[in-house]
């Protein structure tokens, strides 16, 4: 297990070491790992977490026991249990998986969006039911108030498909044609849908509106509010558009809203206001595929670059704070109030940088926390065979499930301590 220090603070690569084959039978991997001390030390978070070729999107259940992993190559789509620490069954499919939407609380509802403008259903016996959309899904969100599965496709529509009727509503509309959806994000607190475009608007709607009113509600322009930000070359054919929202996340509470652009900019907000609070520049410029918010700690992890997770604060104290107003890390180690302002809106406070290209991330959770809001697990999809895996101390706890891993750090902390002559 590797150890990377950012600003003091301390991220364990979980996934460090070789790799051993799936055709190593159990008597040769043992025989291996009596031979070679860097096999014997890794640690296998979750037996065979990993894809034959590369992994592209994770999800975890609402019932914070399973986590889906799309991968290739061929096609497939992976289920581990967290209980048993180790993959539960695989599921070949047709074509590659661009979004996977849990519809109930475990695996047994669950959406496939793929490549072949195809929505699959899988149940707890396997397939069950697909679906063709009319254009290409970039994204997909499930809003539960009105059993909706919400299609955000290349064109002006947001599709929408009433899984209770088993039929099409009619579909969400822009007030342009010649816009094209990129990504979309339910908030948790308020039936309130936002879809992010390629002209650099984030568009709104009430979940709670008649078919009659199929028009955005409100329009957020984040392009402007960003121009003159980033380090996107738009003479690229890359960054051929960098104001293009690629990603959108709510918080938990419903007051705060982040939108990440092609030019690897990220812009927070106010719910309440249509002025930017922070923006975030990723030095690199490439698109931000992933925003997660963490009211455990109060920030908000983000990236951009293919090799870089960035953690940052958008408030100045999170959720974890005891009665004394004196905050704690895993290992006891208090910040007092005065300590925050330190602290403040946009400060990094730790950048995990990866092996391999990362797609997508997740905060890995437990029964009690499923949605990782106060979890310090990382896990993230790359190019690699094997997902990469960190735990961050100061951004929050080890979910139940892995809780060994707090006494495998504390004995790393307190052997540098003695190492350093601190104790």
Known sequence: MNVQKRNDVSIYNLSSGPTIPEWLGDRARRNLSKRDEAVRRRIELIQDF???????????????????????????????DVHELSMKFERYVDAEIMDICMLGED????????????????????????????????????????????????????????????RFSEPWTAESTDVAASCISVAQA?????????????????NRSPDSLLKPFLKLDVQSATTGYGFADE????????????????????????????????ALYDVRSSKPLHIKEHKHGVPIHTIKFHPGSGCVLSSSDEKLVKVWKYKSTGDLVNYSGVSADRFGALSTKSDETNNGLGAVVANVEGSGKFSNFIMAGDEKDPMGNSSGVLMCTTDNPKLECYYIPKVGLAPKWCSFLENITEELEERDLKRDGGL
């Open 50 to 80: 990993q894809m034959p070729s590369s992994s592209s999107k994770v999800v975890q259940s609402a019932d914070g026991r399973y986590i889906m992993v799309a991968g290739t190559y061929h096609p497939r789509v992976r289920c581990y």
């Open 190 to 206: 308020q039936p309130l849908a936002a879809v992010g475009f390629d002209d650099g608007i984030v568009r709104f709607w009430d």
């Open 107 to 166: 695996y047994g509802k669950m959406a496939l969006l793929m490549d072949n403008r195809t929505v699959a259903f899988h149940a707890h016996y396997g397939a069950h039911e697909s679906i063709r959309v009319p254009k290409f899904g970039r994204g997909m969100a499930y809003e539960s108030t009105t059993c909706e599965l919400l299609v955000a496709a290349s064109g002006s529509d947001v599709y929408r498909l009433n899984l209770e009727e088993g």
């Open 235 to 266: 003479t690229d054919i890359y960054h051929s558009n960098p104001h293009e929202i690629t990603s959108i996340a709510h918080d938990t509470s419903g007051l705060y809203m982040a939108a990440g652009t092609a030019g690897g900019l990220v």
